[in-house]
């Protein structure tokens, strides 16, 4: 089992996010990464979504546009019980030595301090385990994206 801190730093590649930072919430079930103006369109008969992204902490200055796939849109409530339409994308993530896909939602995060949360589902897949005492267990790899 591999063991990761309470915050990582991740990279998505196939959105061209080379590195943010993360929390690590095993109290969220989908992960969810910061996105506003939020546009759906259709590309080649498929629902995608266009976003922006503040991926820099406290700095809503540098924004970047990505595009997905929708695999999904569903209701989720929030820590503090909010319920919200979501959409669902499926994207590479790279934590440390290890790279695959995760499904995460799209929503607003300007007033968290996080830009993504990684929760249970995306941490299942190498079984990690969580060390809530520490920060950035697993080695920043150089991503290309």
């Given at each position: 089992?591999?063991?990761?801190?309470?915050?990582?730093?991740?990279?998505l590649?196939?959105?061209?996010?080379?590195?943010?930072?993360?929390?690590?919430?095993?109290?969220?079930?989908?992960?969810a990464?910061?996105?506003?103006?939020?546009?759906?369109?259709?590309?080649?008969?498929?629902?995608w979504?266009r976003?922006?992204?503040?991926?820099?902490?406290?700095?809503?200055?540098?924004?970047?546009?990505?595009?997905?796939?929708?695999?999904?849109?569903?209701?989720?409530?929030?820590?503090?019980?909010?319920?919200?339409?979501?959409?669902?994308?499926?994207?590479?993530?790279?934590?440390?030595?290890f790279?695959?896909?995760?499904?995460?939602?799209?929503?607003?995060?300007?007033?968290?301090?996080?830009?993504?949360?990684?929760?249970?589902?995306?941490?299942?897949?190498?079984?990690?385990?969580?060390?809530?005492?520490?920060?950035?267990?697993?080695?920043?790899?150089?991503?290309?994206?």
């Open positions: 089992m591999q063991m990761v801190g309470w915050r990582e730093w991740v990279a590649p196939e959105l061209g996010l080379a590195r943010i930072k993360c929390k690590v919430d095993t109290g969220a079930r989908t992960s990464l910061h996105a506003f103006e939020v546009q759906p369109f259709v590309q080649q008969g498929e629902p979504v976003f922006a992204i503040h991926p820099v902490q406290g700095n809503t200055q540098l924004q970047q546009w990505c595009e997905a796939r929708v695999v999904d849109q569903r209701m989720v409530t929030d820590s503090g019980g909010h319920r919200s339409q979501r959409f669902f994308i499926r994207t590479l993530l790279r934590l440390g030595p790279s695959y896909p995760i499904d995460m939602s799209l929503t607003n995060r300007d007033s968290m301090k996080f830009r993504m949360l990684l929760g249970r589902q995306a941490l299942k897949q190498y079984s990690f385990l969580v060390n809530s005492s520490t920060s950035y267990l697993q080695p920043w790899q150089e991503s290309t994206a």
